[in-house]
Each structure stands twice: as C-alpha cells, then as structure tokens.
C-alpha cells in the first residue's frame, strides 16, 4: 500500500435473514431468487444443497462447501455452523453484492442478524419471515413450538403469509389477525408458493443515486398476484432540513414497506446520507463511497396508494 493512501471504504454489503418454522417456504423463496437473479449477485447460506432446485445448467462449479452459479450468485453450506460459513465468505466480500441466509426453522432470526450488526461490511437489511397459513393456528397452540414461533413472527420487519392458496379467506384473514397482534408494525404480504416480489421484499427495486435520470421511476405502479404496490419516486436539488425530514419519517403509515433515500441536508452540505426504511424500521447512515450527489433523491414502496405523506412539500421546499 502506498504511504499515506488509505484504502477506499465501500458500502456494507445488504444481510437479510428469511426466517419462519419447518415447511413455512423458505427454501422455496430462495429457488425462486436463485432461478430468476437478475444484477444483484447473492451469496445464500443453506443449511441443505439437496432442498435447493438449482438448474444443473446454471452450477459454474461445485466444491461441495460452496456452489458458485453462472449468474454471479454463490450458494455455501452452513454444515460446519454459521459463523464458519460467515467468515469463510467475508473473505472475500467482492463476490457478491447481497446476503441471504435461511435460518434454521426452529432458530431465532433476530440473533442471526446480531452478525450484521456487528460487522462493519454487512448492513441489516431485512429480518424476513415466512408463515404457513395452513399451519399457524396448530403451531401456536403446540406447547412445544408456539413459543418459538411466536418469537419469530415477533422479530420479523416483513412477514409473508404463505401458502394462501391452500386455506380458505376467513382463514386467512384469521391468521393475518394473529399476526398483527403478535407484530402490529410488520407489513403483511399473502402469498402462494412463495410467490413475492422480489424486488420489494428484498430491496432491489430501490436503487436511487441522487441523479437526475432516475426519475423514469417516477409515479409508476407495481402489479403482483393480488397485491398492489405504490412506487413514487422524489428528487429535490436544495439540501434538506433535517428537523421536517426526520417528522416526516417518523409519521410514515405502516403500508409503507420499504424507503431508501440518498439525502444532503443543510446542516452538513457536501455529505451525503442514506436513510433506510424495512418495515417500521428506520436507519441513516453517512455513505462511504463517492462525493455527495447535486440532488437528493428518495423512493418509497407501499401496499395501499401514497397520499399525504407531505415528502412532496418537503422535497420542494429544500
């Protein structure tokens, strides 16, 4: 290394921990994000290759402790425990732009993610958790299991309803009432057969850089099964007040499932920050990479239509 040159910092990789109880649909999820990889390259810590429905076609290389994929994804075994897979991958953290563990079925997602949140190259994303609409009412009432359930769901920043298709409405709605009593500010997404919008439960739809030219994203509307997802997009070229973004952050409803913005405010010009939504779960942090951008821009997905959220004013006003 040259004297007196630091290395450059980049930005801490996104962890996300798909949680949920035996047979809720992990593993279905993740083939499903495996088969379709588009741009972000993942690397997925499994507990078990053989579940995995991995296209032979698509395997670049097998070594038994990791598969390494055409797409650019990785697949590594947690056989030998999680935080020797772990340190084994951040050895090299180049390789991949995103990570995904399924956690165990009968494991606590929210210490999983206690890794992340101590590694300065991981940034917590997402504690996502998959429920079985079949099952739920049977595993809450089991003395031996409800507890661990119950943890889980508590623990999640989004919640996915799975297997739908299997019960009838009032079942489902039944369900999705246990849920918001156990976890009131996670969004609730239905789902069948693991079938979700990778991009918003994931956070690949929210790739904002403070630029001008994103701003085709603008006011367009995301289609998926039966959910209808808000996506508004919103630029301002004069720093912010911190003070009206932070209430307006605060006040945001719970349909409001994701949010990234690359912000500069006021009182610290030239710098720029990146604030985080998941959930009800918010985060700013300084960003590492790059000088400040001329503008700040911010994008929010919900599941209900996004009126008054005052951003508009605030993002005008500068």
Partial sequence: MTEGIEPQRTEPKPFTVIGGFLGAGKTTLLNRVLAGARGPRYAVLVNDFGALAIDEALISAHDGQTIALANGCICCSMSDGFITA???LMQAPERFDHVLIEASGVSEPDRIMDFARLDPLLSPD????LVDAETLT????????????ATQIRTADILVLNKTDLVS????ETVETSLRSLNPTAP??????????????????????????DRDHHDHHLHHAEEFFDTRTFTAAEPLDRDAFVRFAEALPASIIRGKGVL???DAPGRAEI???????????????????????????????????GLAQIMEAG
């Fill in 169 to 172: 409405r009032e079942t489902t």
């Fill in 86 to 88: 772990m340190l084994t």
């Fill in 138 to 149: 049977a595993r809450m009432s089991d003395p031996k299991v409800g507890e661990v359930v």
């Fill in 126 to 129: 997402a504690i996502l958790v």
């Fill in 264 to 266: 500069v405010f006021a």
């Fill in 188 to 213: 609730v997404l239905r789902s069948a057969k693991g079938d979700v919008p990778l991009n918003v439960v994931l956070g690949t739809g929210l790739h904002v850089t403070g630029d001008s030219r």
């Fill in 275 to 309: 604030w985080q939504r998941v959930g009800a779960r918010m985060e700013m942090m300084s960003r590492l990479e790059g000088s400040a951008p001329d503008q700040s821009s911010l994008i929010l997905i919900a599941t209900e239509a996004i009126e008054g959220t």
